[in-house]
DNA sequence: GACAAAATGAGAGCCGTTCTCATTAAGAGC
DNA sequence: GCTCTTAATGAGAACGGCTCTCATTTTGTC
């Protein structure tokens, strides 16, 4: 299997390993300075532009996603096949739901609008903010 | 009888008539800056933060519900029931499905996740956008 | 009409993100 | 291993959406 369209940047250098090996240890989407701030502790000092450098050239090799949480800030993960996510009001956790739950929606429902893709977002609790009180007020 | 969870405004000002006379004039969600620049060409001119303090009031009331789409900007339109969405990828126009198509999810997908909430994006293609040559590449 | 308090307007400030430009270093060719 | 080209980086200024501050205006009550 071919690498196809999402062709790997043309330099490999130690900043865009950082970048990278952070998202994927962190296992959940991370913001900018979240990325910034990890790899900079895990290693040599890199600078915030090169960061946001970094993951663009990385979303648009296909390599990782972005998507905005209720706070405003954008968030970037490791790319994958579809686009359900757990958020967490709790801690702000944003993790890929395990399989997607959305059916194609019957065309009555979209009147001539023609649906190419989905994004979805579960809000609720994660089992430790849930904690012994056991919280329950939903959000938009 | 009280005035429940959802009271109103507690003054009754043209500018707030603006701000809510143009989201309802809409159909669909606006950017603060839309509805700024829409209610000082609908009447009297209005400035922009009052346009954000009256949208955070109305957030707050619950008359109005606020969300992100891709570009970063934070649209708002009037509050329903439910939180499906088609955002066309051509105008960038974001407007409500009507009806609900996410089923809840199975217990063993979320995994110790309370799903309490959620919210849906389609993402797609409206029938102006459309037109003849038919695209339909999908995004994330 | 007088008064208290909420709401507004104008613009400065904040903060996440992007841009600019001089410098560094990856990778190709020899 | 050395040289050369140019993509990538670092530092910090700039940008843009949004929020805050404070003097002024307006609403609703008495």
Known sequence: MTRAATRPPSRNTWQRQAV???????????????????????????????????LETFLRTGLVESAHI?????????????HDHLVCLGCGQW???????????????????VVTGHRLELYGYCAQCRGPQGRGEARP
Chains 1, 2 share one sequence.
Do not use: K, M, N
Request: charged residues 25%; hydrophobic residues 35%.
């Open 95 to 113: 993790r890929p739901l395990e399989g997607c739950v959305v059916p194609r929606p019957r065309s009555a429902l979209t009147r001539g609008f």
């Open 20 to 54: 990278l090996r952070t998202i994927e240890a962190a296992g959940c989407h991370l913001s900018a300075e979240e990325i910034h701030r990890r790899a900079r502790r895990a290693g040599r000092p890199i600078a915030l532009a090169t960061v946001y450098r970094t």
């Open 70 to 82: 209720g706070d405003g800030l954008v968030r970037y993960g490791l790319a994958s096949d579809h």
